[in-house]
Each structure stands twice: as structure tokens, then as C-alpha cells.
T-cell receptor, first 116, second 114 residues
């Protein structure tokens, strides 16, 4: 039973390019969360999605960032026109359908984005 | 609004000694509290959670945490530290009256000295 899978593990982009980060949740999970971890900082919530719906995007920057979780395929976090400040570790987590408040999240190993 | 504070960026403890990693929280509704651990270049791993019931919660790897409602705290503890416990520890909270996302503290780096 594979866990939460994120790819790529490391992603290098030049300023102005686009970054696409992928997350496949655990089998049977239909809720996905994206977090960003900046150096020496904690995890900052970005967005919470279920299949084909964005539930909460209160942590997403207003510009250049978008996320989707289509009916088929992985969840995608997309960053357009990357800047050096986007360099961070991006973590995806998943939970089962209809997660209650007591439900724990299962995390992937993250994607380390480096912007040159 | 929900928030979590981990007042110590770094905690050092000698192997075999008890350890405590502090966490305080603020929520509007009932708190749902979690501890996660992160090893280098890895994702977060769940350690334990408090939902309701006994204030002392036991989790993985011999860790436990004590929920204190009056002090709004949820400190992580272990009676005898191991060198392998050295990692980054995150406290997290869900607000029972708010959104379903999990809100994390800034993390505490625990170093266990042989």
C-alpha cells in the first residue's frame, strides 16, 4: 500500500519559468492538502482540495500559484513565473473521504524547489 | 482564528534524560491537537493526537503528550531520550469551529546528545 507520492523529488527552475509539482494521495484518499516549508520555518498551509473541488485556498498567494485535483490523476501545484522566494520544500498530504476533525494527515516526502 | 506556538526553536537534552517539547495553542472551538516528527529530507510522520478523553496521550516511539486545557498547552514528552529521537518536531491544531485544515507551529529542533 503505497503512501503519498510526490514527484519530482527535486526541481530546479530559472526565474520566470513554470514549476509543476505532482502529488498522488494514498489509495482510497480523496482529500489533498498542500503545505510549503521555507528554510528554518514551519509548515504553512496553502490549499485544501478534494476531487475536482478547492475547499480552502486561504493560504495560497493570490498571484502565480494555482492548484487542482482532477477526477483522474494526481493533484498538481502550479507556480508560474517562479521567483527566488519560491524556493522551498512543498509537501502534500492526504486524508480519507469525509475527514473528521480527528483525522490525521499522511504526508509525502516533499518536492524541493530551487529557483536559480 | 487558530494558532500554534512552539516557543523553543531548539531543545538539547542528554541521552537517557527526560525530554519536553513545548506547544501552546489558540482556537475558537474544541481543539484537535497533533504532534508530527520530521527527519532530514523526509515528510512528516504522525506521532500522536488528542481528541477527547484522557489528558495524557501515548503515541509512537515512546512519546506522550499532556493536554492542559487551562494552560492551552499540549507539551510533548518522553521519559528517556534516545539519540535517534533527534529530529524536527511540529505541533499542529485543528479548530473544531473552523476549517478542516491542519495548522502547524514553526517547529522545534530536538538534539539528543550522546
Amino acid at each position: 500500500n503505497a503512501g503519498v507520492m510526490q514527484n519530482p523529488r527535486h526541481l530546479v527552475r530559472r526565474r520566470g519559468q513554470e514549476a509543476r509539482l505532482r502529488c498522488s494521495p494514498m489509495k482510497g484518499h480523496s482529500h489533498v492538502y498542500w503545505y510549503r516549508q521555507l528554510p528554518e520555518e514551519g509548515l504553512k498551509f496553502m490549499v485544501y482540495l478534494q476531487k475536482e473541488n478547492i475547499i480552502d485556498e486561504s493560504g495560497m498567494p493570490k498571484e502565480r500559484f494555482s492548484a487542482e485535483f482532477p477526477k483522474e490523476g494526481p493533484s498538481i501545484l502550479r507556480i508560474q513565473q517562479v521567483v527566488r522566494g519560491d524556493s522551498a520544500a512543498y509537501f502534500c498530504a492526504s486524508s480519507p473521504p469525509s475527514p473528521g476533525y480527528n483525522e490525521k494527515l499522511f504526508f509525502g516526502s516533499g518536492t524541493q524547489l530551487s529557483v536559480l | 482564528a487558530q494558532s500554534v506556538a512552539q516557543p523553543e526553536d531548539q531543545v538539547n537534552v542528554a541521552e537517557g534524560n527526560p525530554l519536553t517539547v513545548k506547544c501552546t495553542y489558540s482556537v475558537s472551538g474544541n481543539p484537535y491537537l497533533f504532534w508530527y516528527v520530521q527527519y532530514p529530507n523526509r515528510g512528516l510522520q504522525f506521532l500522536l493526537k488528542y481528541i477527547t478523553g484522557d489528558n495524557l496521550v501515548k503515541g509512537s516511539y515512546g512519546f506522550e503528550a499532556e493536554f492542559n486545557k487551562s494552560q492551552t498547552s499540549f507539551h510533548l514528552k518522553k521519559p528517556s531520550a534516545l539519540v535517534s529521537d533527534s529530529a524536527l518536531y511540529f505541533c499542529a491544531v485543528r479548530d473544531g469551529a473552523g476549517a478542516n485544515n491542519l495548522f502547524f507551529g514553526t517547529g522545534t529542533r530536538l538534539t539528543v546528545i550522546p
